[in-house]
């Protein structure tokens, strides 16, 4: 009765072979089929040309003794010398002309980075939208 029970019982190991023989086929036909496939072509979005130029920013310099001076880049030897209010009220009138005329700020090495940020903070006060740093490149 002891050798029947032992015939009866089951299996608890699977045969793995039968699998990787499968496995070992199937990556030889994506190894032979691989190159033979064309690769996508991905179609990119255009975009048509603006309407408009682009905008040339007004450039506020700011010197070793603190004094400001306003570029208009747009006209060639457009340069005066402003203080606080003048700055203001110049930009203030050409955004009326362009709402997104940008001003840019390039400050001598020598000038403290507060006079910097306090140039940035008076034009965020009076709702100029794009103010930038101009820097030098090496």
Do not use: C, H, W
Not at 122 to 131: G, N, S, T
Request: aromatic fraction near 2%.
């Amino acid at each position: 009765m002891a050798n029947l029970r032992n015939k009866r019982r089951l299996m608890n190991e699977i045969n793995v072979v039968p699998y990787i023989d499968v496995m070992l086929v199937l990556l030889i036909i994506f190894m032979i089929t691989a190159p033979l496939i064309p690769p996508g072509q991905v179609e990119l979005p255009s975009i048509g040309k603006s309407s408009s130029p682009p905008v040339e920013p007004l450039e506020v310099t700011i010197a070793a003794d603190g004094n400001l001076t306003l570029r208009d880049r747009s006209r060639v030897g457009d340069e005066q010398k402003v203080n606080r209010t003048q700055l203001i009220a110049i930009i203030k009138s050409k955004q009326a002309q362009n709402t997104e005329q940008p001003v840019v700020i390039a400050a001598d090495k020598n000038v403290r980075y507060e006079e910097v940020i306090n140039v940035m903070d008076v034009l965020e006060q009076e709702q100029v939208k794009k103010v930038g740093l101009l820097i030098k490149p090496k």
